[in-house]
């Protein structure tokens, strides 16, 4: 369904990304790993058009979409989770989840439907709709980052190291959380993630990029190469 | 003998104003991160054409009033458009909009000067229409101002709490980058905001000019007292923070006028400096 080939991302003068190519296949959990630095984040960011793509081309569905404006990307059914600052920390849980279904199309019935389901999906949203998102703990917070994106009932899901500062114990239920989201709305997940022993259980395939460059892509079960890979690449 | 009832009248009419001034202001810093000096000059501006339009041309006061706040909403869209859209796009920061800002507030000014040669007024035998109770004179206009004030400010609220654009424009004060990803149309809601805080500005304007008369230098003096009635509200709550600071700022001009007139402005912006070093954040934050 994703189609990422050549893709150049620069910050200025600075090159993150070289020539990268990436496929997502329907209902695929796909591992970007690499350390920091590796331009993963920006990767994300150019596909969904946070970021300028500078050459290269990002295919949704065999179309093209490169360089489109984030609110095209989501009509057409990709969102974006950031690590930081993914929730309007005064907003009300619920008014976050309104923001969320900004680029709904449909009428109201089908808006109490978006809201019923990701209410259902995480009932303690439910129960805090009234609570400003600052106040909310580590791991509800991150269900509403999520949350917020499946508003919109996305084909694809890109999540920006969404363990980043969770407790361990909470690590592992979010990674089983997005299985479980997976395989409820039918969705491809391309994620981000440093904590690669963990994720390497959820995901069916993976990519390593090594300095903006890509290095291995293929399928998870080939755990030990691309733990060995990575291995070098922390050692080098 | 003091007079404490008459000068708080006199206060929550000055209020009025600022409150106008204020939330617009308030409205676009607080969204679009955007330090809008010439928020003065849209104020003025409809001042201006509020007099042009009656007194010069003739027009029937509400037509002339409607035109003047169609003309001061356009004037602060094209400000944005024209001025603050292209320095930003060229990589210009906060401070570059900010001096590019200035400048336009300055042109604007000196227009002014040029084509009035000074105070231009529409007063008209109405604003003598006073009542007396006890002590305390009291103008009806003032009534009629905050009963402006009152509308204006609801119909925010409405528009705020209650549309998709105000929801949108509530998540661009709270997080702008996410408020982008989630998929607001940054420069639609955008257009709306410079529209609607532009007509605020335009109210304030012929109000002004029908009550006090417009100077050329009144748009730079009245957007600082807005400055500082939204520095002293602060923008986390937009609407309750531009009330609260203005109503606060009324007060502390109508006092002091009362008791050293030649201090007013003084006392106003040694209180924002006083508030800038211990409570950064406002009043409410």
Redesign the interface.
């Known amino acids: 369904m994703l189609e990422v080939s050549g893709l150049d991302i620069a910050y200025g003068a600075f090159e993150v990304l070289h020539g990268v190519n990436l496929v997502v296949a329907e209902r695929r959990i796909v591992g970007l790993f690499g350390h920091n630095g590796a331009g993963k984040s920006s990767l994300l960011k150019g596909v969904?058009g946070?970021l300028p793509v500078r050459a290269g081309k990002v295919r949704f569905f065999g179309q093209e979409i490169t360089n489109q404006r984030?609110?095209r990307q989501?009509?057409r059914g990709i969102r974006?989770v950031?690590q930081e600052?993914?929730?309007?920390?005064?907003?009300s849980v619920e008014?976050n989840l309104?923001?969320?279904a900004?680029?709904l199309s449909g009428d109201a019935a089908a808006r109490a439907a978006r809201f019923a389901e990701v209410y259902e999906t995480f009932p303690i949203l439910r129960e805090r709709r009234d609570a400003r998102a600052r106040v909310l703990s580590g791991g509800e917070r991150q269900m509403l980052a999520i949350s917020?994106?499946l508003m919109?009932r996305p084909r694809l899901l890109l999540l920006d190291e969404p363990s980043a500062g969770l407790a361990p114990i909470l690590v592992q239920r979010l990674f089983e959380m997005i299985v479980s989201i997976r395989d409820r709305f039918g969705m491809a997940v391309l994620l981000v993630e440093q904590n690669v022993n963990e994720a390497l259980r959820i995901a069916d395939d993976v990519c390593v990029l090594e300095e903006g460059r890509f290095v291995y892509a293929g399928p998870a079960s080939e755990k030990d190469l691309i733990v060995r890979r990575l291995w070098r690449l922390e050692k080098g | 003998m003091l007079n404490l009832l008459q000068v708080f009248s006199t206060g929550l009419g000055l209020a009025g104003y600022y409150a106008l001034v204020a939330v617009g202001f308030a409205l676009i810093f607080a969204t679009l991160r955007i330090f809008h000096v010439a928020h003065g000059t849209v104020f003025m501006t409809a001042g201006y054409a509020f007099f042009g339009l009656h007194r010069l041309a003739g027009l029937h006061i509400a037509l002339a009033a409607a035109c003047a706040l169609a003309i001061a909403a356009l004037v602060g869209l094209l400000i944005d458009k024209i001025i603050y859209g292209p320095v930003l796009k060229r990589g210009g920061g906060m401070f570059s909009v900010f001096i590019a800002s200035l400048g336009v507030s300055l042109i604007f000014e000196s227009g002014f000067l040029v084509w009035s040669k000074g105070v231009v007024s529409v007063a008209r035998a109405e604003l003598l229409d006073i009542f007396i109770v006890g002590d305390v004179v009291l103008r009806r206009f003032d009534f009629f101002i905050l009963a402006i004030v009152a509308l204006a400010y609801g119909a925010l609220y409405l528009w705020l709490h209650r549309t998709s654009t105000g929801l949108a424009i509530r998540g661009l004060t709270d997080n702008s980058e996410l408020s982008a990803i989630v998929g607001v149309e940054v420069a639609k809601t955008r257009n709306a905001i410079f529209l609607v805080a532009s007509s605020l500005a335009g109210l304030a304007g012929v109000l002004t000019a029908y009550d006090t008369g417009m100077t050329p230098a009144s748009g730079v003096q009245t957007l600082f007292i807005g400055v500082v009635a939204v520095i002293l509200g602060g923008t986390r709550n937009i609407l309750l923070g531009a009330i609260v600071g203005a109503a606060a700022l009324g007060m502390l001009t109508a006092f002091a006028g009362y008791f050293f007139p030649e201090w007013i402005s003084f006392s106003i912006f040694a209180m924002m400096i006083i508030l800038i070093i211990f409570r950064p954040q406002g009043l409410l934050g």
Do not use: H, K, Q
């Open positions: 969904y946070v984030p609110f989501a009509e974006f950031p600052g993914n929730v309007f920390p005064n907003l008014d309104r923001m969320g900004l680029r917020i994106a919109t």
